[in-house]
C-alpha cells in the first residue's frame, strides 16, 4: 500500500457493506482523466509496444 493510491482502508467486518454500496453506485461512461494522466498513459502504452516488437523482433518471430 505503500506503493499504490488506496481507496479504502477498513475492517474485514466492513467490507462487504462497502462492496454493497459501491456496486449500487451509478459510474460515469467516461473516465475524466486530466491532461498530465493522459500523456503518462500514452507514454506506458509507446513503452509496452516497444518492448513487444523488440521481444519478437530477437526472438526470431515477427507478428503478423
Same mark, same amino acid.
Given at each position: 500500500? %505503500?506503493? *499504490?493510491?488506496? $481507496? #479504502? @482502508?477498513l475492517?474485514?467486518?466492513?467490507?462487504?457493506? =462497502? =462492496?454493497? !454500496? &459501491?456496486i449500487?453506485? /451509478? *459510474?460515469? $461512461? !467516461?473516465?475524466? &482523466? %486530466?491532461?498530465e494522466?493522459? $500523456? @503518462?498513459?500514452? /507514454?506506458e502504452?509507446?513503452?509496452? %509496444? +516497444? %518492448?513487444?516488437?523488440? +521481444?519478437? @523482433?530477437?526472438s526470431?518471430? #515477427?507478428?503478423i
Amino acid at each position: 500500500m %505503500a506503493k *499504490v493510491d488506496v $481507496d #479504502y @482502508r477498513l475492517p474485514i467486518a466492513e467490507i462487504g457493506p =462497502l =462492496l454493497c !454500496k &459501491l456496486i449500487n453506485e /451509478t *459510474v460515469p $461512461d !467516461k473516465a475524466e &482523466l %486530466a491532461p498530465e494522466e493522459l $500523456d @503518462r498513459m500514452e /507514454t506506458e502504452v509507446n513503452i509496452a %509496444a +516497444q %518492448a513487444s516488437a523488440f +521481444q519478437f @523482433r530477437f526472438s526470431g518471430f #515477427y507478428r503478423i
